[in-house]
Antibody, heavy 123, light 107 residues
Framework: QVQLVESGGGVVQPGGSLRLSCAAS????????MLWVRQAPGKGLEWVAF????????YYADSVKGRFTISRDNSQNTLFLQMNSLRPEDTAVFYC????????????????WGKGTTVTVSS | DIQMTQSPSSLSASVGDRVSITCRAS??????LNWYQQKPGKAPKLLIY???SLQSGVPSRFSGSGFGTDFTLTISSLQPEDFATYYC?????????FGQGTRLDIK
């Protein structure tokens, strides 16, 4: 079945780095854009980043631009989020999600979500 | 950025009630509006896309309407499993933005 499994979360000090991964299965990964969405404790959903199916287009929320980098390895069916210069306000559950529309270079809507991985930025 | 404003922020209702949640965009987004349901400790689940299209597997008691800036999610007859938080999301332009959420509680 279609599945997304995130990993790589943990506790990191302010200014530190983490790399999140999202392993995809059950669909043609290389045909779909992918997104990261986060949710701070007790708060709503916040879009973080999008990467097109072929990696040629990447978009970021202003809150993470210049600190986070989204990438993908279509040969390994894996999505990544490199997070540098982490701040306490980055503390959240990070979800990877699949765009529902194939072979497009912008995000539409997310029809498959992972269970999330928790990132805690604290000294 | 396009701001998405949901109302109400919270809502109490009973099983069998008909409820509606509204979402207003700060600018015209055509029909690029999607709705998600999230239960505590779980990932969001897509309910409605393109304002009024029901996602596969979602019960028909859920429906969406609207165009332009004003949108509505309606649940025709609440079931116990529908008590959750609901989010709207615009996909008209990046940055993608979500509403602040509407928490639906049991009365």
């Amino acid at each position: 079945q279609v599945q997304l499994v995130e990993s790589g979360g943990g506790v990191v000090q302010p200014g530190g780095s983490l790399r999140l991964s999202c392993a995809a299965s059950g669909f043609t990964f290389s045909s779909y854009g992918m997104l990261w969405v986060r949710q701070a404790p007790g708060k709503g959903l916040e879009w973080v980043a999008f990467i097109s199916y072929d990696g040629s287009h990447k978009y970021y929320a202003d809150s993470v631009k210049g600190r986070f980098t989204i990438s993908r390895d279509n040969s390994q069916n894996t999505l990544f989020l490199q997070m540098n210069s982490l701040r306490p306000e980055d503390t959240a559950v990070f979800y990877c999600a699949k765009d529902a529309v194939s072979k497009v270079t912008t995000a539409y809507y997310m029809d498959v979500w992972g269970k999330g991985t928790t990132v805690t930025v604290s000294s | 950025d396009i701001q998405m404003t949901q109302s109400p922020s919270s809502l109490s209702a009973s099983v069998g009630d008909r409820v509606s949640i509204t979402c207003r965009a700060s600018q015209i987004i055509s029909s690029h509006l999607n709705w998600y349901q999230q239960k505590p400790g779980k990932a969001p689940k897509l309910l409605i896309y393109a304002a009024s299209s029901l996602q596969s597997g979602v019960p028909s008691r859920f429906s969406g309407s609207g165009f332009g800036t004003d949108f509505t999610l309606t649940i025709s007859s609440l079931q116990p499993e529908d008590f959750a938080t609901y989010y709207c999301q615009q996909s008209y332009i990046t940055p993608i933005t979500f509403g602040q959420g509407t928490r639906l509680d049991i009365k």
